[in-house]
């Protein structure tokens, strides 16, 4: 139980277009969604904080209109990177707490999605 | 808001020999603390994660420390096996209602044969 999926797992995308990510969570409900940004070599990054049916809080220095975010339902939040540009190419990778699971406190991440912007 | 710190960056270990990554916290309402490995191009995947009202726990070759008083939190792996090399994060769930992670910098553990 408790599995986060990404789609897709892998992109590549002009510079100046729009990706949209999609995290689902295929058996259980997640009232909170997490997005991360990992560079190479580097660690996880908080992006932004994603609660379903409301908007979501950025965390410092992530601009919010270019890394749009949408919780529309408690199995599925998605990331859109608009107007891409090559230094935005990283490891784009979510996660989610779920409701009625063993341990209240684990995320479940999901497998990643790897942008890269030419 | 929270920082936690990691160290060592890389870790290289001979085969059979133990392995100990410490990590500090600054957030002293921290309630909750992960590890997880992470190979290249994957997921980050938990491997054991200790609560603030424990201060040891073990799961067969792996076990975490807490000291809440100090702020810091240690893996130990024992009988490191080539299959343990890989990228070791720590993290902290810091209070409040966010309940979002603050991740170390990593360390790459190499087991050598």
């Known amino acids: 139980g408790a599995v986060v999926s990404q789609h897709p797992s892998r992109v590549i995308c002009k510079s100046g277009t729009s990706v949209k ?11 909170t969604m997490f997005w991360y940004r990992q560079f190479p070599k580097q660690s996880l990054m908080l992006m932004a904080t994603s609660n379903e049916g409301s908007k979501a809080t950025y965390e410092q220095g992530v601009e919010k209109d270019k890394f749009l975010i949408n919780h529309a339902s408690l199995t599925l939040s998605t990331l859109t990177v608009t107007s891409a540009h090559p230094e935005d190419s990283s490891f784009y990778i979510c996660s989610a707490y779920g409701q009625g699971l063993p341990n209240s406190y684990e995320q479940y991440f999901g497998p990643g999605t790897r942008l890269t912007v030419t | 808001g929270e920082n936690v710190e990691q160290h060592p960056s890389t870790l290289s270990v001979q085969e059979g020999d133990s392995a100990v990554i410490k990590c500090t916290y600054s957030d002293s309402a921290s309630n909750y603390f992960p590890w997880y490995k992470q ?11 200790i ?39 720590c993290a902290a769930r810091g209070g409040g209602r966010a309940q979002k992670l603050v991740f170390g910098q990593g360390t790459r553990l190499t087991i050598n044969p």
Do not use: M, W
């Open chain 1, 21 to 31: 990510i999609e995290c689902r969570s295929l058996d259980f409900q997640a009232t």
């Open chain 2, 39 to 49: 190979e290249l191009g994957k997921r980050p995947q938990l491997i054991i994660d």
């Open chain 2, 51 to 89: 609560r603030s009202n424990v201060g040891e726990k073990k799961d067969q070759r792996i076990a975490v420390t807490l000291n809440k008083t100090a702020k810091h939190f240690s893996l130990h792996i024992t009988e490191t096996q080539p299959e343990d090399s890989a990228v070791y994060f």
